[in-house]
C-alpha cells in the first residue's frame, strides 16, 4: 500500500528551427525546457535517495525541488513524499505536519486519500500496550474516521477500515484494563463505570464477553441480583459458546439460572438499557 510518489512523463519539447521573428519565443521554450531538465535531475536524485534508504537526504532533496521550482508539477509531488521520507525514517510529528499542509493547499489532488492515510498510519505505528496513555490511539481513530468519511470507496479507506477494527480494540483493551485493576481493588463502581463504556463504545471489539461477564461479577458483589441476571441473559444471548459466558454461568447457583429462563424478554430490554449512556 504504501509508496513513494515517483516521477511522471514529461512532454518532450521540440525545438524546431525559427525565423528572426520568433527568436524571443524560441528561446523562451528552450528557457522552458532546461528548467524541466534540471527539476526531473532534482527530482531523480531525491527518487534514488528514497529508494537507497537514504530518508533525511530525500527529504532535503524533494524540499528543494519545492523551493527551487515551487511551480512545477513535481514540487506538488515532492511535497507529499517529503511527508513519505519523514515517515520512513519514524519521524512522525513531520511526517504529520507535511501531510496536513499537503492536504490543505491540495484538496482536490488524486493522492489526498493516500495523505489521509499515511497521517492515520503515522498514529497508528506509534500507538502503545495498554497499560500507557492512549493519546495516539485516539488521533490514530480520529484520522482513520477522516480517510473513512471522505473517501469511503478508496482502497485506502479498506485498509484503513481494518485498522481502525484493531484500534478500537485497543481502546477497549484500555477501558478493561483499568476496570479490572478497580475490580480486584474493590473499587467495584468505578469498575463497573469503564464496563459499561466497553459496552456501549465498544461492543463490536473481542473485548466485550469479557465486559459482560464482569459486569455480571460486579453487580453480584453489590448484592445486585437482578442487575446481574438481566446481563447474564444479554451474555448468553449473544455469546453463548464463549469462555466469558461458561464463567458467568458458574458464577449463578440454579435458582438465578432458571430466572433467566422465566424471563425471555430481559435480553431486548437490558441491550437497549445497556447501550443508552446515563
Given at each position: ?61 524533494f524540499q ?46 488524486e493522492d ?120 447474564a441473559a ?45
Amino acid at each position: 500500500m504504501l509508496r513513494f510518489i515517483g516521477l511522471s512523463a514529461f512532454a518532450i519539447l521540440s525545438l524546431s528551427a525559427c525565423s528572426s521573428s520568433d527568436k524571443d519565443t524560441t528561446l523562451k521554450d528552450a528557457s522552458q525546457f532546461d528548467e524541466r531538465r534540471e527539476v526531473e535531475v532534482l527530482y531523480e536524485e531525491a527518487a534514488t535517495a528514497m529508494k537507497d534508504g537514504r530518508y533525511i537526504e530525500a527529504s532535503h532533496l524533494f524540499q528543494e525541488v519545492e523551493r527551487q521550482y515551487p511551480y512545477s508539477q513535481l514540487a506538488v509531488k515532492s511535497q507529499l513524499n517529503t511527508a513519505y521520507a519523514a515517515y520512513k525514517n519514524l519521524n512522525y510529528d513531520e511526517a504529520v505536519i507535511s501531510l496536513d499542509r499537503f492536504v490543505e493547499l491540495h484538496p482536490g489532488n488524486e493522492d489526498v486519500p493516500y495523505a489521509l492515510y499515511l497521517k492515520a498510519l503515522s498514529y497508528y505505528e506509534q500507538i502503545s500496550d495498554v497499560r500507557r496513555d492512549q493519546e495516539i490511539t485516539l488521533l490514530a481513530l480520529n484520522a482513520f474516521d477522516a480517510l473513512i468519511k471522505r473517501h469511503p470507496e478508496s482502497d485506502y479507506a479498506r485498509d484503513g477500515t481494518l485498522k481502525r477494527d484493531l484500534t478500537l480494540d485497543h481502546l477497549a483493551g484500555k477501558e478493561m484494563e483499568v476496570g479490572r485493576y478497580y475490580l480486584t481493588r474493590g473499587k467495584v463502581n468505578a469498575g463497573i463505570n469503564r464496563f459499561l463504556v466497553v459496552i456501549r463504545q465498544f461492543d463490536t471489539t473481542t473485548h466485550a464477553p469479557e465486559a459482560l461477564h464482569r459486569l455480571i461479577e460486579s453487580y453480584l458483589i453489590l448484592g445486585l441480583e437482578e442487575q446481574a441476571l438481566r446481563i447474564a441473559a444479554v451474555l448468553g444471548h449473544n455469546y453463548p459458546g464463549s469462555e466469558w459466558y461458561d464463567a458467568s454461568y458458574k458464577l449463578l447457583s440454579p435458582e438465578q439460572r432458571q430466572k433467566i429462563l422465566d424471563n425471555r424478554g430481559w435480553v431486548d430490554k437490558t441491550i437497549e438499557a445497556i447501550l443508552k449512556p446515563e
